[in-house]
């Protein structure tokens, strides 16, 4: 039998809006979600959960409340559980990779309108 | 304060030997490693948990009892718990990003002179 691997660049295809995280695969109680992001995000936090970013393409900033933290593609950064910080892009869209358990919400115990449905798969 | 990322490339110029699993990250519980791969490894399985692949360089395949999988880059497969696999390079050195709960052995169950010291950072 011949498996298939998860191609980000197919799945990014099949993810035309920002700030839309897609699952594309899980690993015991984790998600892999793929998303598209650009422009300023809102401030937030996970209390229960570390939250950990790799960047595909483009330039990402994530503001902490103490200072910031800048990716390029190739590039890991775990934001720890209960540390306030808010993903921004540089220069154009980012696309990224995030890894967290499955159930985390995109604006955490912030909430609001840039809430995106969760754990939709791609 | 700035805050740093963890850049891939640059942890891969301290990883000279194949298959030998290096640290660069924690998320909770769960720790993703660097490791070059280079040839065939051996047969083996993680009875308690998933294990995720990506492949950032060259052409991985992951042989299966009843079949593969092939990954080349940009890239994901998870190896469901309890599903013997084995590792193999075609075409020469594979760089891959792994993902996995800390303490998880390379050799899985099977053990022997292929096993690499766990839990090392680099």
Redesign the interface.
Same mark, same amino acid.
């Given at each position: &039998? =011949? +498996? =298939? /691997? %998860?191609?980000?660049?197919a799945k990014f295809a099949r993810i035309p809006q920002p700030w839309q995280p897609r699952v594309? /695969? *899980? &690993?015991?109680d +984790?998600q892999?979600k793929l998303a598209r992001l650009d422009g300023e995000f809102i401030w937030h936090q996970h209390a229960e959960? $570390? *939250? /950990?970013f790799i960047v595909?393409a483009g330039t990402l900033r @994530?503001e &902490?409340r $103490?200072? /910031? %933290?800048?990716?390029?593609p190739? *590039? @890991? +950064?775990?934001v720890p559980?209960g540390v306030e910080h808010r993903p921004c892009t540089e220069g154009g869209e980012v696309k990224l990779l995030l @890894?967290?358990?499955r159930g985390v919400r995109n604006t955490g115990e912030t909430g609001g309108d840039r809430t995106a449905p969760n754990d939709v798969w791609v």
């Open positions: &039998m =011949q +498996y =298939q /691997a %998860v191609n980000f660049a594309i /695969a *899980e &690993m015991n +984790y892999f959960t $570390d *939250e /950990a595909l @994530i &902490m $103490d200072g /910031a %933290v800048r990716l390029g190739g *590039e @890991i +950064y775990v559980r @890894i967290e358990p």
